[in-house]
């Protein structure tokens, strides 16, 4: 059997393109065992070939080239100890962002099916919420670009990626402005945290407690007529108004195009 392979025949041996066994020869990481100077062609021996496998090894454990070229020069049980633990840390790493991610994916999923689910909507309720963790920033916020200014500011906060907002962000309207009808003057913007995300300095909490809560086909810019609604069945009921009203689209225009799916929540703190 012969023992002298052409970089064609080790490219479909080990399923590796051709540019890129030139490409290993050219940094040194991988060169061919011999050259014939008459046409210049590489040839590879068999006894290269577990070289090239634990290059392929170290490559899908994620090293970089630079690494793997330096353990090959090296080749010390010890360096590659280490060199694999540290691997192993970033990978357990990626792991738990991963994690993270995946759950993100599991609530939102599940929280819009749930929306998509609901029948009962401009009919104020009283629910029993528990506490949520939030971050958020004081902003007196009456118009869209100011909205955008205000999620630009807490997205610096908390140097998240953008994927943490989508469907996660709200506004509050202080009490007082509630009180004064004002129900477009917002004092606040916020993103629902997860308490399973890396902590951060700026983590609030919206109380847990009695809120009178409304859902209604639209988005914050027809929210007067459900606050007037909200704002009668707390009148009704003797209740009275305990904090800031909670405000968030859950379905909007970037989700659906239909209307009808479109869906906000108004909550209001109270005191029965």
């Known amino acids: 059997m012969k ?5 064609g025949e080790m ?3 080990h399923s590796i393109p051709i540019k890129t066994l030139r490409y290993y020869d050219g940094i040194g990481l991988f060169k ?32 970089s080239l630079k690494e793997i070229k330096k353990h090959m020069e090296i080749r ?21 962002s991963l994690s993270l991610i995946n759950n ?22 009283v629910r029993h919420i528990p506490k949520r963790a939030i971050i958020s920033i004081d902003e007196h916020i009456r118009s869209e670009p100011e909205w955008e200014m205000a999620l630009r500011k807490l997205e610096n906060i908390i140097g998240g990626s953008p994927s943490l907002f989508i469907g996660r962000v709200g506004l509050t309207v202080a009490k007082k402005n509630i009180s004064a009808s004002r129900f477009h ?21 919206f109380g847990e407690g009695n809120y009178v809560c409304i859902y209604y086909r639209g988005n914050h810019s027809i929210s007067k007529d459900y606050y007037d609604k909200l704002l009668q069945f ?8 305990d904090g800031d009203s909670i405000e968030r689209t859950i379905i909007d225009d970037y989700i659906t195009r239909e ?3 479109h869906l906000t929540e108004i909550q209001i703190p109270v005191k029965i």
């Open 185 to 205: 003057e917002y004092s606040s913007v916020f993103i629902l945290w997860e308490e399973s995300f890396v902590e951060n300095e700026f983590v609030r909490y």
């Open 104 to 125: 993100q994916f599991s609530n939102r999923i599940s929280e819009i099916e749930q929306a998509l689910k609901i029948n009962v909507v401009e009919e104020p309720v």
């Open 234 to 241: 707390i009148s009704v009921n003797g209740y009275e108004i």
């Open 32 to 63: 061919a065992i011999a050259v014939d100077e008459n046409n210049g062609y590489r040839y590879y021996s068999t006894e290269q070939f577990e070289q090239l496998n634990a290059i392929k090894y170290l490559k899908f454990l994620g090293f």
């Open 76 to 96: 010390d049980a010890k360096s590659f100890i280490t060199l694999l633990k540290q691997r192993q840390e970033i990978t357990n790493n990626m792991i738990k």
């Open 3 to 7: 023992n002298r392979f052409t970089i």
């Open 259 to 261: 209307k009808s799916f």
């Open 11 to 13: 490219s479909k041996l």
